[in-house]
């Protein structure tokens, strides 16, 4: 009898065995995180959990809050990402859910606050935002490693410069947002125009950057401090160095209202968040710089310092990145070369007139925000509709109009010293 059942009972168990894998709940996880940094937490977590298996979307972040809004039949039960903008404004779409775990009420170095104080994210890890740099190329161009934003206006650094696309980089859209809270509306899009002179080139992706710095094709990038890591066919060697005023924002991870395991979705952020799942930041594999308190003694309870308003930044940033694009990115070549005649002339009331033109945001800040609320005429992350094509036409011809004339002033009869 004991042999029979044997016999009965273990073609059972190996059939549970191998079926386990199939049997397991499937948690979406819509990521910017690329392979090398979701897999750890993946194997630690599965050990852990055998009957819930991850499935990582990786996406960068633009395309992953598109997935998220759009493709609304698909799985997709947490968003993980590094910009802080993605999660405000997944949260003013009602994407996001309230979070049972309780918000720790610590914020980073410069005021930033690790966590939603609302509940609907947490934050899980930090990043720095400065410049990558190769101190040999900067030696050579007789340059100075800059120390503060406006460091970068100055005319030795023209070609030498490299930045992502805030079009399809949150990070970089943080960077201009740090810039235009900092100095305001219009004297941070006067900055961004003689930055924009400045650039060598413009790329598509931010970890682009240091690779472009590392490769000698600039001598420095706008980054963050983890993405300063290097390919191993390196030819330099970049630095990395925070600018003021200083930024440090916290990545985040948050359960989106659609999931349909939000108790599997919250064991995972619980996971992340708990000391073994910090500690995974600090392997030489990930090398991001935790929030756990026992990890992490730079954080202090309460407003440090002047703050950062990621609400704003959320509210505006398609408005925000379409005028980078339109009067940065697309007329970078313009700039430069309108920026050299400016800085060859003396000072008069011509030059005057041109520097003010290329300086002049195509929007002010309170049409920004208009058209930012008005959902019909641009609403965040969806396909431009016939309006935002409209909109998209008329700023062109606004900004061709400004930096036309601009050219023509410093073209004209006697603008030459």
């Not at 094509?389 to 004209?412: D, P, T």
Request: glycine fraction near 6%.
């Amino acid at each position: 009898m004991p042999g029979r059942c044997l016999r009965l009972v273990l073609p059972l168990l190996c059939w549970l065995i191998y079926a386990m894998p199939a049997l397991a709940q499937t948690l979406s996880v819509v990521t910017s995180y690329p392979a090398t940094f979701t897999e750890p937490f993946r194997a630690s977590f599965e050990a852990r959990n055998p009957e819930i298996r991850l499935n990582f979307i990786h996406r960068n972040t633009a395309s992953g809050l598109r997935f998220v809004m759009e493709r609304t039949q698909a799985p997709a039960d947490l968003f993980w990402a590094s910009s802080p903008d993605a999660f405000e404004r997944l949260k003013a779409l009602g994407a996001l859910r309230r979070l049972s775990v309780e918000a720790t009420g610590l914020r980073a170095p410069g005021g930033y606050p690790v966590d939603d104080p609302d509940g609907y994210f947490r934050g899980f890890s930090l990043a720095r935002y400065g410049v990558v740099y190769d101190p040999i190329a900067l030696q050579k161009a007789g340059l100075q490693v800059p120390a503060r934003w406006t460091d970068l206006l100055e005319r030795g650094y023209a070609g030498q410069i490299g930045m992502a696309t805030p079009v399809r980089s949150g990070t970089t859209h943080l960077m201009i947002e740090r810039i235009l809270q900092h100095y305001g509306w219009d004297r941070g899009w006067a900055i961004l125009s003689r930055l924009g002179g400045n650039l060598s080139t413009v790329t598509a992706r931010s970890f682009g950057v240091a690779s472009g710095v590392a490769q000698r094709r600039f001598a420095i990038g706008l980054s963050i401090d983890f993405l300063a890591d290097l390919p191993r066919d390196a030819v330099s060697i970049p630095h990395f160095k925070p600018l003021e005023p200083e930024l440090v924002v916290p990545a985040s991870i948050g359960i989106l209202a659609r999931s349909a395991h939000p108790d599997d979705a919250a064991r995972f952020l619980t996971f992340v968040l708990s000391l073994e799942g910090q500690r995974l930041l600090t392997s030489s594999a990930i090398a991001r710089t935790p929030v756990h308190p026992a990890l992490n003694q730079s954080l202090t309870p309460g407003l440090q310092g002047p703050g950062f308003d990621a609400a704003l930044s959320a509210r505006r940033y398609e408005l925000v990145n379409l005028l980078f694009e339109e009067q940065v990115v697309r007329r970078r070549r313009a700039l430069s070369r309108i920026w050299r005649d400016l800085d060859a002339l003396r000072p008069d009331a011509r030059a005057d007139a041109a520097r003010a033109l290329i300086e002049e945001p195509a929007l002010s800040q309170a049409e920004a925000l208009i058209l930012s609320d008005k959902h019909e005429v641009w609403q965040p992350a969806i396909a431009r509709s016939a309006s935002q094509n409209a909109l998209v036409e008329q700023l062109r011809r606004r900004l061709e109009g400004q930096m036309g004339e601009a050219e023509r002033l410093l073209q004209a009869p006697g603008a030459r010293p």
